[in-house]
């Protein structure tokens, strides 16, 4: 065949393998919705290959389009609302050291602990994660369902709208906080308790609905029909996890202690929750030490700081999800942002500045880890692997959930001068191993790309890329 530039080869033949060109990449490509032929006289054989291209073939653009809007509201809400839970808690164990300050209702005073002592519930927090693994039952475990049922250059869209939910969540906490503040004493119940009672009400409540409603995997869910269910797995990479695998693997696990990617990956985890949880923890008691107002107004100048991150999460995973731009410059670019605002921070020019700066210091630090995960899922391989290092890097990346509000001591106050300077050293070094990173696992980040474009320019002439991806960064580096 002839290779010519056009985007799109066609032939009359709707049956016969084309070609397609994708910035200096060739793909094969074929008809939807006609069967391919195992042999020539159209005969069977149980080939995987020839089954996988029989399935990715059964459905035409629109239906895949149908298909993929139906599993996204099957899926996304409801990991959604999971996410929702999990940044009320952390946002509310923030608000809630604030919450009736200065009067016999309020946390510090109620529990006799200094605010130093508080700042060590991030420890007792987080500790436990880091140890045994155990959050990966939380949110590792959406991240790998999504790896179930998206292609990683899927993921980011997905994750933007999640991630959505969770700065909602911000803005949802700081109106509970402000409103719970202002019922305290009800009942002989303070305002930071009536918080915590509502929240797990209502965790229980989401739980009896995530067991009975969230899918598990396409292999087994009854609302796809079996064509669909065929195709979904198709259409994921090899690398991918699928539920049809052994239940666990050793073998996995050391290949992916072995893979030097899992340990860059959560050296940026580390390193950037190292620098912004800090600041996020003492967000409340930062803007409330600015003296803008009173205590329970300084609860609702978190919302701007939530609403912001909502932009810059919808703008940055659609851009992501177009395929023309590498997804890990915008981790890249989100730490030199950071640097940026921590810098106006440590200098402290006004109170209005630091609020600006802590603004969208803090906006542009919870839209980077959507970014992130795409990227990491590119690099991840098979039902064990994924999942232990999805797991690996996100337990053991929390590490800064413990270590950075322990800079902010009450010593530093109202300022907080120090702190934000080492935050400002600490999200640097995570800029540089993004880079590194990057530098790393080019190949297999370039390809995804390609890849994607070329599905995109496929699905216009109702035709279905053939290829996929495969991961070769460690051979092409030399291990």
């Given at each position: 065949?002839?290779?010519?530039?056009?985007?799109?080869?066609?032939?009359?033949?709707?049956?016969?393998?084309?070609?397609?060109?994708?910035?200096?990449?060739?793909?094969?490509?074929?008809?939807?919705?006609?069967?391919?032929?195992?042999?020539?006289?159209?005969?069977?054989?149980?080939?995987?290959?020839?089954?996988?291209?029989?399935?990715?073939?059964?459905?035409?653009?629109?239906?895949?389009?149908?298909?993929?809007?139906?599993?996204?509201?099957?899926?996304?809400?409801?990991?959604?609302?999971?996410?929702?839970?999990?940044?009320?808690?952390?946002?509310n164990v923030s608000n809630a050291r604030i919450m009736n300050k200065g009067t016999p209702r309020?946390?510090?005073?109620?529990?006799?602990?200094?605010?130093?002592?508080?700042?060590?519930?991030?420890?007792?927090?987080?500790?436990?994660?880091?140890?045994?693994?155990?959050?990966?039952?939380?949110?590792?475990?959406?991240?790998?369902?999504?790896?179930?049922?998206?292609?990683?250059?899927?993921?980011?869209?997905?994750?933007?709208?999640?991630?959505?939910?969770?700065?909602?969540?911000?803005?949802?906490?700081?109106?509970?906080?402000?409103a719970f503040n202002g019922v305290s004493g009800r009942l002989g119940v303070s305002g930071w308790?009536?918080?915590?009672?509502?929240?797990?009400?209502?965790?229980?409540?989401?739980?009896?609905?995530?067991?009975?409603?969230?899918?598990?995997?396409?292999?087994?869910?009854?609302?796809?029909?079996?064509?669909?269910?065929?195709?979904?797995?198709?259409?994921?990479?090899?690398?991918?996890?699928?539920?049809?695998?052994?239940?666990?693997?050793?073998?996995?696990?050391?290949?992916?202690?072995?893979?030097?990617?899992?340990?860059?990956?959560?050296?940026?985890?580390?390193?950037?929750?190292?620098?912004?949880?800090?600041?996020?923890?003492?967000?409340?008691?930062?803007?409330?030490?600015?003296?803008?107002?009173?205590?329970?107004?300084?609860?609702?100048?978190?919302?701007?700081?939530?609403?912001?991150?909502?932009?810059?999460?919808?703008?940055?995973?659609?851009?992501?999800?177009?395929?023309?731009?590498?997804?890990?410059?915008?981790?890249?670019?989100?730490?030199?942002?950071?640097?940026?605002?921590?810098?106006?921070?440590?200098?402290?020019?006004?109170?209005?500045?630091?609020?600006?700066?802590?603004?969208?210091?803090?906006?542009?630090?919870?839209?980077?880890?959507?970014?992130?995960?795409?990227?990491?899922?590119?690099?991840?391989?098979?039902?064990?692997?994924?999942?232990?290092?999805?797991?690996?890097?996100?337990?053991?990346?929390?590490?800064?959930?413990?270590?950075?509000?322990?800079?902010?001591?009450?010593?530093?106050?109202?300022?907080?001068?120090?702190?934000?300077?080492?935050?400002?050293?600490?999200?640097?070094?995570?800029?540089?191993?993004?880079?590194?990173?990057?530098?790393?696992?080019?190949?297999t980040e370039r390809d995804t790309r390609k890849h994607k474009l070329a599905r995109l320019e496929?699905?216009?002439?109702?035709?279905?890329?053939?290829?996929?991806?495969?991961?070769?960064?460690?051979?092409?580096?030399?291990?």
């Amino acid at each position: 065949m002839s290779q010519n530039k056009d985007p799109v080869a066609t032939t009359s033949t709707s049956t016969e393998v084309l070609e397609h060109f994708s910035r200096g990449k060739t793909f094969h490509v074929a008809r939807r919705a006609d069967a391919l032929s195992d042999t020539p006289d159209g005969s069977s054989i149980a080939d995987p290959d020839t089954e996988r291209k029989k399935a990715l073939t059964a459905l035409t653009a629109e239906e895949e389009k149908k298909l993929i809007r139906r599993i996204d509201w099957r899926l996304i809400p409801l990991l959604a609302l999971l996410y929702v839970m999990k940044k009320l808690d952390e946002s509310n164990v923030s608000n809630a050291r604030i919450m009736n300050k200065g009067t016999p209702r309020a946390i510090l005073t109620q529990l006799n602990i200094s605010s130093d002592e508080y700042g060590m519930i991030t420890v007792l927090y987080t500790v436990p994660y880091i140890l045994a693994e155990t959050e990966a039952g939380m949110f590792p475990g959406i991240i790998l369902q999504l790896t179930y049922w998206y292609r990683p250059d899927e993921m980011a869209t997905r994750l933007g709208w999640i991630y959505v939910c969770g700065s909602i969540a911000g803005i949802i906490g700081g109106v509970f906080a402000y409103a719970f503040n202002g019922v305290s004493g009800r009942l002989g119940v303070s305002g930071w308790q009536w918080l915590f009672i509502f929240e797990g009400a209502t965790t229980i409540v989401l739980s009896a609905l995530i067991l009975f409603r969230l899918p598990d995997f396409p292999s087994t869910t009854s609302w796809l029909s079996e064509r669909e269910k065929a195709f979904i797995q198709a259409r994921l990479p090899p690398n991918a996890p699928r539920g049809a695998e052994e239940n666990f693997s050793w073998g996995e696990i050391v290949t992916s202690l072995k893979d030097k990617r899992l340990w860059l990956f959560t050296l940026s985890w580390a390193l950037q929750t190292c620098g912004g949880s800090g600041v996020k923890f003492y967000q409340s008691t930062i803007i409330a030490n600015l003296g803008f107002s009173d205590i329970a107004t300084a609860q609702l100048l978190n919302i701007p700081m939530s609403a912001l991150a909502i932009i810059i999460i919808v703008t940055c995973t659609w851009l992501a999800g177009k395929g023309s731009i590498p997804i890990p410059l915008f981790p890249v670019a989100f730490t030199v942002i950071i640097v940026a605002c921590y810098g106006v921070m440590t200098a402290y020019p006004s109170d209005v500045g630091v609020y600006i700066a802590m603004m969208i210091g803090n906006a542009v630090s919870t839209a980077w880890f959507p970014l992130m995960w795409p990227w990491r899922a590119q690099t991840t391989s098979r039902a064990t692997g994924s999942a232990f290092a999805i797991g690996f890097v996100n337990s053991y990346g929390q590490v800064g959930d413990a270590i950075g509000p322990q800079m902010f001591l009450d010593k530093y106050e109202p300022r907080y001068q120090l702190p934000f300077g080492f935050s400002m050293g600490l999200i640097a070094l995570c800029g540089l191993n993004c880079a590194y990173t990057w530098w790393v696992t080019r190949h297999t980040e370039r390809d995804t790309r390609k890849h994607k474009l070329a599905r995109l320019e496929a699905k216009k002439h109702n035709n279905v890329v053939l290829d996929d991806v495969s991961d070769h960064d460690l051979e092409r580096a030399g291990r």
